[in-house]
């Protein structure tokens, strides 16, 4: 399984992103999705996840202002980014997990000035 997050970049406090994330191989739609992060001198932290069949949840911190949503018959799971804030800028990794296993692709940057 490879992953390959896509569309960080810099943008100011109140603005909105959508990160991509391309899944290879055939498990995609029975797989769940998940988007984490790691800011500056921080641990690495959950953003939020959706299943195969397109529930999601989100940490506290994002919630209201960052959406997921996926694209089984493209293999591509998105993350909508809206209202963001400074304390928003990390590195955003996609995770795909079935039956016990996780995979990560490498990171995004996405910095968010004041």
């Known amino acids: 399984v490879q992953l390959q997050a896509s569309g960080g970049g810099l943008v100011q406090a109140g603005d909105s992103l959508r990160l991509s994330c391309a899944a290879s191989?055939?498990?995609?739609?029975?797989?769940?999705m998940a988007w984490h992060r790691q800011g500056p001198g921080k641990e690495r932290e959950p953003v939020g996840m959706i299943s195969g069949g397109g529930i999601t949840n989100y940490a506290d911190s994002v919630k209201g202002r960052f959406a997921i949503s996926r694209d089984n018959a493209n293999n591509t799971v998105y993350l909508q980014m809206n209202s963001l804030k400074v304390e928003d800028t990390a590195v955003y990794y996609c995770?795909?997990?079935?039956?016990?296993?996780?995979?990560w692709g490498r990171g995004t940057l996405v910095t968010v000035s004041s």
């Open positions: 191989g055939s498990i995609f739609s029975r797989s769940v």
């Open positions: 995770g795909l997990m079935l039956r016990g296993q996780s995979y």
